[in-house]
Structures are given as structure tokens and as C-alpha cells.
């Protein structure tokens, strides 16, 4: 079976001129064409929409059959054609924008049937279309072009589309993408909005204090990350790279060495009973002589890979440590949007043993995105990160910007806050970890894509030396050493665990670092305890009674979750798995009273009762946001999460 997923922008403009390239490629009679459309409008009209694309598909494809859902929400068109068969399918559907049609199946790659499944060969395999992984795969061909060899490079992304998983701040350093592509300005990346002002405050539950900022935003921009990662996407196909979104790698191969040797992708069309659907679509192998795992912060095959081949012990690295950022992008009225302001905020709504802050960014068009990001090792179990970020709104000092405006778009994700002390060793036999997979992120910058970007970069130039010149894959981890990422994680190092101590002492050794030390410190500082196991037991905290919301600037779950244009198949086993499944009754819920059902920003774990009135958990896990909190916090790390179907899980397009 093939199936393809089409990808429709219908504000962008028409580039018929760019490569197309295959998103999928399953062998049978019929040919699935998957359409996913993202509607950001608020409007409650009825929606019409005619789709017209040009095809060049064999022209016996039967009439389509379209199924809409209701109007805004993210649009979800199934269109089902009978086709023949086919072997090889290397034609353009359609080319609007950043959307694109793509397979698996290229004129110029290998391609074997094994027994069970089909498989795919390339020079390089890249998972995740993040800043890490297409700046990986825009340097590889950069340098094939200059030296005049020629490397198949294809990124498998398990997004719906370019860009839909990726959620950050963003105020963006360019220090990377100007040594990618140094004409960034002139072929238009949607960076636009340079920082204006800076601003840094102190929260109390009812005042503001200005404080000294101790970021240096000036010639960064404020922009929307997932929207750069759509023009990285155009500019890597520009150069050749496949780009296959839709479909999440699952597992890792190996040869019979012990080898990674490519990755393979999930089956597709199983019920819930794991029972195959009369969908079901065979996973697929994608191997290459070299694999890169750009799979940002908790990348489920990169924490594979760091326990089989014992990269934390090999590099002598601690835990990694963690945040939760939650995000919102509002609309606001033209008379209070300043654009390129920038303010970050600590303190209230958090004590001050729970590390974390606020951030509020002016964008363009009368946007602004606004988070609340909580270190995942807070103590209280009865603490929930989303209704913190909802009282963080009724703020005196933020609520006046936030009224009257709309909410656009709702989002999550985790970012590694470890440093220094918690990267691995990031090569392994027949591959490498790249960006936030590796923990890139500079904290006291609040910033990690231009060092995640730089990482990719550095992966692939040692990746084109293992595969040309014959040299070892080692030199990417001498090259990371040697780079600007290690002398600025170096003198960030002690930022982050300084906190550990608490709010105040934080504070106090943060400015000893900044102003008088500047990062030459005589000693590091360690992290605590792992995230999960920070957590304390009930018996020890009182519940924290959180306000209802108002609808106007907070929010129940739901509403959010709609906001996220969050999508899954019903009906399939649950990536969400309990190794075992009596520990949420017989731990969590006695201990900690059920920490689940509020760390997770999507209601995904929900306790109910049974028929005999006992407490039950129930995992929603079509709410999941993909943001891997659960993975991380859950107290007895009962909780794994693997990858669902691809193309399900959020739909961002303004994060």
C-alpha cells in the first residue's frame, strides 16, 4: 500500500519550480492520500473548501471522496483513490509553499523488498525536521555541492508536516544560521523582528519589580520557530534532501555487529486490540550508512541508543535535567503590541523552591507569544504546571496587555535543562545525537536552537568525513569541544544547578557567575536529584486549590488542547505504555496522589472510577501534545513514551 500525505497551505504561494520529493512509500493496489490542513481562523461560519491541486498521477484514479470535520478545527480530509499498483510513483501531486507530497520511493535510492517489510537505502538517515536535523542535512549538501560528490540525505519527520511538532519561545540568536546560510535575509526566512527592548522582572502575587536584565538580546529577532523550520525545509529540498514527513521512526536497526544501520517506522493501521485494520500498512526500513537522531529534547530512540551503548557513562555526564514549557500565542490590540519587546519574569506564581519563570515576546502582526517554563524537579506533587501558567495571566502587570485579545494557538514541550554536565557522549557505532536530543540548551540564555543548529552542522561535516574521506565519526565530539557550543555551555554551567539550593542563593550565585566570575568559575556545580525523583510524597504538601477559568484569559483543558489542532487516530494501541500497569493504583495514587493528572499539560491521565467505585487511571492518549513530560516525571518511571501513528499529536504553525 502507498500511502501519501499532502500537506495543503492554501495562503502560500504557488513553487511548482521546487523538488518534489516522497513521503511514503507501502506496496499494494490502493493509494491513500492523507490531507491535513491546519485552520487558525477563529470564526464560527461554516467552512467551504474546494481543494485544487495539479496531479500528475495516472489519470484512472477514481472521483475522491472528502470527509471534513467541523469548522475551527484543525481540518482533517481524508481522500481515498483506487490505484492500480505501483513499484516507483516519482511525480509531483502538488507544490504550494512549504507543503509538499512526498515518498520513500526516489528514482536514484535503493529500494529491496525484505519477507516482512519493504526497505530503503541511503548515505545518511536524519530523524526529526527540527533546527538540528535539517541544519544537518542543508550542510551535508552544501558540502556535496562543493566538493562535487554526490550523498542521498533524507529526513524522516513524524509531524503531520515541516514544523508542526516544533514549539519554543523564540527569541533567536542567528549566530548558526549565518554560518549556514549567510544570505538568510535575502532569500526572506520569516525572521523579521528584531529585539526592541529587554526587560527583566520580579513577581510578587501583586507587584512587579524591575530587576537588571541580565540578557543580552541585542541583535537577535523574535520569530516563530516552527515557521523557520518550514524555510529550512524549502531550502534543504532546494539542495536535494528528502523530506518525509508523516512518518515516526520506532525502533532502531541493527546489524548482526551490533550496529545502527537505520531506523524503522511504525506500522500503521492497528486497532486498539492490535488487531490489523483493513488499513494496515506494513512499517517501513530506512537504513543508511550513517544515521543522525535530531529528535529534540527526550527523543525516544536517542534515550535508546544513550542506555545501550552507555553514552552518559561513556561521556561522565549526570542525568539530564528538565523543564516544562507551556505557551500560548495571542492576538492582541494593535495599540499594545510593541514589537521585538522582550520580558522575562521570576517568582510568583512559583515558591521559591521551584525554579522556573515567565517569558512574554511582541511578534509581528499584533502577536505575542507568552509561557510559563517550571523546572521538573519542583517537590509538590499537587503542583499542575497548567493551571500555574493560567494564574500566571491574571498577573496585575500582564492581564491589562492580554485583555481583549485572542488566543491563536496552545502548546507544550519539555527542554533539557541540564548543560554542561548532562551532555553524552553523542556518537554511537554508525551514527550520532544531534541538538536538543543531546542537551544543547544554554539556560542562562533561555536559548538552544542556534547551538542545536550549530551541532547538526558540526554532525554533518564529520558525517561527510566518515562517508568521503574515510575519517571517524569521533571527530564530530572533538569538533563539539572545540566549537562556540562548548565554550558557552561552559561558562553557563553552574546557572542552572545554582538553583537547587533555592530561589534566593540561585539568585546570589547566578550574579557571582555573570558580573564577577563571568563563567570562569574555580569549581562546577552538580545537578540534584533526577526529576522523578525530586517528587515527594503527598503526605508532606497540602492541594493547591487553583482558580476556575473565565474563558477570557484562562482557560479550561480542553479549549486549550482544541487551540493545539492536536489530532490523533482513535483507534490504535496506545504510545503511552505502562510497564506495569498496577503501579498508577498501588503507587501513584496512594503516594503522591496521582501526580499524572496534573504534570501532564493535556489531561492525557485521568483517574476514574470503575464500576466498583474504585479509582482507575485512564490515559486519554489522543489528547497527547508529545511534549514527554510523563516520560520524565512520572516518580517510578512506569510511564514510556513511543511514538504513535505518524502524522499524529499537534499541529503547530505560529509556535
Known amino acids: 500500500m502507498l500511502r501519501l500525505l499532502l500537506s495543503v497551505s492554501s495562503k502560500s504561494k504557488s513553487n511548482s519550480s521546487k523538488k518534489s520529493t516522497f513521503l511514503s512509500c507501502y506496496s499494494s493496489n490502493h493509494l491513500y ?33 472528502w470527509s471534513v470535520s467541523p469548522p475551527n478545527h484543525p481540518i482533517r480530509a481524508h481522500i481515498s483513490y483506487e490505484y492500480p499498483s505501483f513499484r516507483r510513483l516519482g511525480r509531483n501531486l502538488s507544490r504550494s509553499g512549504y507543503s509538499r507530497v512526498s515518498s520513500f520511493v526516489g528514482d536514484s535510492r535503493g529500494f529491496s523488498s525484505e519477507p516482512d517489510r519493504e526497505s530503503i537505502e541511503y548515505d545518511v538517515v536524519i530523524v526529526g525536521a527540527g533546527p538540528a536535523g535539517l541544519s544537518a542535512a542543508i550542510r551535508l549538501k552544501q558540502m556535496c555541492r562543493d566538493k562535487d560528490v554526490d550523498l542521498s540525505v533524507c529526513v524522516v519527520e513524524k509531524g503531520p508536516e515541516v514544523g508542526a511538532h516544533i514549539l519554543s519561545g523564540n527569541v533567536f540568536e542567528p549566530r548558526a544560521l549565518d554560518e549556514l546560510i549567510p544570505q538568510w535575509k535575502q532569500e526572506e526566512a520569516p525572521i523579521n523582528i528584531p529585539v526592541s527592548s529587554d526587560d527583566f522582572w520580579f513577581l510578587t502575587k501583586d507587584r512587579a519589580f524591575s530587576l537588571p536584565c541580565p540578557f543580552n538580546n541585542k541583535g537577535n529577532y523574535v520569530i516563530s520557530l516552527s515557521q523557520l523550520v518550514r524555510w529550512m525545509g524549502v531550502k534543504a529540498e532546494e539542495l536535494g534532501v528528502e523530506i518525509y514527513p508523516g512518518f515516526a521512526a520506532s525502533e532502531i536497526l541493527y546489524d548482526a555487529n551490533n550496529m545502527v544501520v537505520g531506523i524503522g517506522t511504525n506500522d500503521m493501521g492497528v486497532s486498539k486490540d492490535s488487531s490489523k485494520k483493513e488499513t494496515f500498512q506494513r512499517g517501513v526500513q530506512v537504513k543508511g550508512h550513517i544515521t543522525l537522531l535530531a529528535e529534540g529534547c527526550r527523543g525516544s530512540l536517542s534515550e535508546k541508543i544513550m542506555q545501550k551503548y552507555n553514552l552518559r557513562e561513556k561521556g561522565y555526564t549526570q542525568h539530564q535535567t528538565y523543564a516544562l514549557g507551556i505557551k500560548e500565542v495571542w492576538e492582541v490590540d494593535a495599540e499594545k503590541h510593541k514589537p521585538g519587546s522582550v520580558l522575562h519574569t521570576l517568582g510568583w ?27 521538573m524537579n519542583y517537590q509538590n506533587p499537587f503542583l499542575n504546571p497548567y493551571e500555574e501558567f493560567q494564574k500566571l495571566k491574571h498577573h496585575s502587570a500582564i492581564k491589562p496587555l492580554l485583555e481583549g485579545g485572542t488566543v491563536l494557538q496552545y502548546g507544550a514541550r519539555t527542554l533539557n535543562e541540564g548543560g554542561l554536565q548532562s551532555i553524552p557522549y553523542p556518537v554511537f557505532p554508525g551514527g550520532a545525537i544531534l541538538g536538543c536530543s543531546a542537551g544543547f ?11 542545536a543548529m550549530k551541532s547538526g552542522m558540526l554532525a554533518a561535516e564529520a558525517t561527510f568525513g566518515v562517508l568521503n574521506d574515510g575519517l571517524d565519526m569521533e571527530n564530530y565530539w572533538d569538533a563539539l569541544r572545540n566549537s562556540w557550543i562548548w565554550e558557552e555551555l561552559y561558562k553557563a554551567r553552574n546557572y542552572r544547578p545554582a538553583f537547587k539550593y533555592g530561589l534566593i542563593p540561585g539568585l546570589a550565585i547566578s550574579a557571582l557567575e555573570r558580573y564577577i566570575l563571568k ?31 473565565d474563558g477570557i484569559l484562562s482557560f479550561d483543558v480542553p479549549t486549550s488542547l ?29 503516594k503522591y496522589s496521582g501526580p499524572e493528572s496534573r504534570y501532564c499539560p493535556a489531561r492525557v491521565y485521568e483517574y476514574v472510577q470503575d464500576e466498583r467505585s474504585q479509582l482507575k487511571l485512564q490515559i486519554n492518549a489522543q489528547n497527547c501534545l508529545h511534549c514527554k513530560a510523563c516520560d520524565i516525571k512520572d516518580p517510578t518511571q512506569n510511564i514510556e513514551w513511543t511514538v504513535p501513528e505518524g502524522g499524529g499529536g499537534p499541529g503547530y504553525s505560529i509556535m
Open 349 to 375: 506564581p512559583l515558591d521559591h523552591k521551584t525554579y522556573g519563570g515567565s517569558f512574554l515576546y511582541h511578534m509581528n502582526d499584533r502577536q505575542i507569544s507568552i509561557g510559563l517554563v517550571i523546572a
Open 562 to 590: 482544541h487551540r493545539s489542532n492536536t489530532n490523533h487516530e482513535h483507534d490504535q494501541p496506545s504510545h503511552l505504555r505502562l510497564r506495569d500497569p498496577k503501579i498508577p493504583e498501588l503507587v501513584n495514587l496512594p
Open 519 to 549: 563563567g570562569r568559575s574555580p569549581f562546577t556545580l552538580k545537578h540534584g536529584k533526577p526529576d522523578h525523583e525530586a517528587t515527594s510524597a503527598a503526605k508532606l504538601h497540602s492541594p493547591i486549590q487553583y482558580p476556575k477559568p
Open 33 to 65: 492520500l492523507h490531507t491535513h490542513i491546519c485552520n487558525s481562523t477563529q470564526s464560527n461560519s461554516n467552512l467551504t473548501w474546494n481543494p485544487e491541486f495539479t496531479s500528475s498521477v495516472s489519470s484512472n484514479l477514481s472521483k475522491p471522496t
Open 441 to 451: 540548551l544554554n539556560v542562562p540564555k533561555i536559548k538552544g536552537s542556534h547551538t
